[in-house]
């Protein structure tokens, strides 16, 4: 089974300041899906950003950016500018490119410093 | 266009009872998936219905049940509840489709259940 491993429990920035989250995966397959979702204390959990991984080209959404290493199994998020409201839970997630699973990271706590 | 809405958003229950929780995806979404969030084991997967059938199944007991009706509505069923159910419980919808693109999925706001 695929697995996805975030080795940061807690990561801190200071607000403005820019902070990188770490995920590695593990898939034989060659097609397949990377997600970072965000769960605030509000506890909806919120989709950030997509990879596909036949795109070489890294996704970014606004102050939101990936790092995709197909090769090293790699998909770090970037986030800059960093703002108060990014204070959240970040979920790394895998997913098929047939079907329907999804496997998830056990998340990044992100405290952002006034 | 409506998100995902998940019944109650907060449930007491005593040890013993059962309990039922509801979701309704996105409309156009034939996939539910269903996760319990606790902060020791983190999201675990308990199972996907996509067009009424169980399509995927994590590895929980059997007192964890759900289906899905034909207007892709899901309930997820614990029964005999233990302490250690009390978690978050995540509902998600997505398109399902095995072919074509993989969007991810679309969570609602969760039930967090307290067993007592």
């Known amino acids: 089974a695929q697995t996805v491993t975030q080795s940061q429990p807690e990561m801190s920035v200071q607000e403005a300041e820019t902070v990188t989250l770490s995920c590695t995966y593990d898939t034989s397959e060659s097609d397949y899906y990377l997600f970072w979702y965000k769960q605030p204390p509000s506890r909806q959990m919120i989709l950030v950003i997509r990879q596909e991984a036949y795109k070489q080209q890294n996704a970014t959404e606004n102050r939101f950016s990936v790092n995709f290493q197909k090769a090293a199994k790699s998909f770090s998020l970037k986030i800059s500018d960093s703002q108060l409201g990014d204070a959240a839970m970040y979920f790394c997630a895998y997913g098929e490119d047939t079907g329907n699973q999804f496997y998830f990271g056990t998340g990044t706590s992100l405290t952002v410093i006034p | 266009k409506a998100g995902v809405t998940q019944t109650p958003r907060y449930l007491i229950k005593t040890r013993g009872q059962q309990v039922t929780l509801s979701c309704s995806p996105i409309s156009g979404h034939r996939s539910v998936s269903w996760y319990q969030q606790t902060p020791g084991q983190g999201l675990q997967f308990l199972f996907e219905y996509f067009s009424e059938t169980q399509r995927n199944k994590g590895n929980f007991p059997g007192r964890f049940s759900g289906r899905q009706f034909s207007n892709s509505r899901s309930e997820m069923n614990v029964s005999t509840l233990e302490l250690g159910d009390s978690a978050l419980y995540l509902c998600?919808?997505?398109?399902?489709?095995?072919?074509?693109?993989?969007?991810?999925?679309?969570f609602g706001s969760g039930t967090r259940l307290t067993v007592v």
């Open positions: 998600a919808s997505s398109r399902g489709l095995r072919t074509g693109t993989n969007y991810g999925y679309t």
